[in-house]
């Protein structure tokens, strides 16, 4: 079992910035990858950002060069730094550990909610 504890949502007005955070239980090297996903009102839950054991990290096209995925190994903590906020990226944003070994095993943060006005 992994869990999963996020912090940093909230209301912001367009332009500006916020840092979500999202701390794991275990070790992340015990990790496949962790990822920042995003469900809008109405809409299906999306993939905005990974990062994997390796470091190596994906950033949604919706968001390249506003949005930043980082990790502090020591806290097994992973970040989403989100700058020049816009309206449409409202959503609940949710921490996802991927721990499949053969099998698929995955986790989720609760949710965190991020409000954008314009």
């Known amino acids: 079992q992994v869990q999963l504890v996020e912090s940093g949502g909230g209301l912001v007005q367009a332009g500006g910035s916020l840092r979500l955070s999202c701390a794991a239980s275990v070790s992340i090297f015990r990790l496949n990858a962790m990822g920042w996903y995003r469900q809008p009102p109405g809409k299906q839950r999306e993939l905005v950002a990974a990062i994997t054991r390796g470091g190596s990290t994906s950033i949604a096209d919706s968001v390249k060069g506003r949005f930043t995925i980082s990790r502090d190994i020591a806290k097994s903590t992973v970040y989403l730094q989100m700058n020049s906020l816009k309206p449409e990226d409202t959503a609940v944003y949710y921490c996802?550990?991927?721990?499949?070994?053969?099998?698929?095993?995955?986790?989720w943060g609760q949710g965190t909610q991020v409000t954008v006005s314009s």
């Open positions: 996802n550990a991927d721990k499949s070994t053969g099998v698929v095993e995955n986790y």
